[in-house]
């Protein structure tokens, strides 16, 4: 199988040439539709696992946009979301998963490993997309726009659009940089394919890191 690219939402993606990856594997997560008027390329795959807002009865039209614009490629999602909106879309796969969604790293039942064949859900739809992108037999993996450094009030993602309708359902930084980073260890720990890190800066240093542009030139 050939290489994918796991493309996260963090800052860096606003300093980031994604047009490199138009006719690359990638997976996409959550809001990334918000970056589509600066782009041409689009993803192979749409990933939405997260599930700590899913507790929070969130308005489900918060959803819609970010569902609507992957109207074209498969989405794998939890089960939660089609129930929430009230429909089941026609490219919606539900992930086989566990509930460590709502588990924290400092946790007793934090998780150490994966758990094929369930995906593990700790941490991020990142690391569902990774899990994905392994299971489907791509190699190696490269992620983009993941870049820790969550600060609280303060926004966290490639645009301040980003949190709009969020705001009150985002995990505290504490948890957000410690729960995103534990799910990296374990990727790495459980992963028998190669990661790298292909971000453009950020504070992710689990992987060993490459340069997206030298990457993709060649």
């Known amino acids: 199988m050939s290489r994918a690219f796991i493309v ?6 606003a300093e980031t040439n994604l047009d490199l990856l138009i006719g690359e594997v990638s997976f996409a997560t959550n809001r990334i539709h918000l970056v589509y008027e600066q782009t041409e390329w689009r993803p192979t795959y749409y990933v939405r696992a997260e599930g700590m807002e899913l507790h929070n009865e969130p308005d489900p039209r918060i959803w ?5 614009a ?9 089960l939660y979301f089609p129930k929430k909106l009230g429909y089941t879309p026609d490219n919606w796969n539900a992930i086989k998963s566990c509930a460590h969604y709502d588990t924290h790293y400092d946790d007793k039942n934090c998780p150490h490993l994966w758990h094929f064949p369930n995906l593990c859900t700790f941490g ?6 990774i899990q994905l992108a392994v299971q489907m037999g791509y190699a190696p993996i490269y992620l983009v726009g ?3 450094g969550y600060k609280d009030g303060e ?13 009150d359902m985002l995990r505290p930084a504490r948890y957000a940089n410690m729960d995103t980073l534990q799910a990296h260890v374990i990727a790495k720990r459980s992963s028998d394919v190669e990661i790298f890190n292909a971000t453009v800066g950020g504070e992710l240093e689990v992987y060993e890191r ?3 542009e030298t990457l993709c030139s060649r």
Do not use: Q, R, W
Not at 64 to 68: C, R, S, V, W, Y
Not at 155 to 167: A, I, N, V
């Open 124 to 129: 991020s739809s990142v690391n569902v997309a």
């Open 70 to 78: 992957h109207a074209d490629i498969p989405i794998y999602g939890n």
């Open 8 to 13: 996260g939402c963090g800052p860096s993606l």
């Open 146 to 148: 993941c870049d820790l």
């Open 210 to 212: 490459v340069n997206l």
């Open 64 to 68: 819609m946009a970010d569902i609507e």
């Open 155 to 167: 926004p966290s993602h490639f645009t301040d659009e980003y949190e709009k309708g969020y705001k």
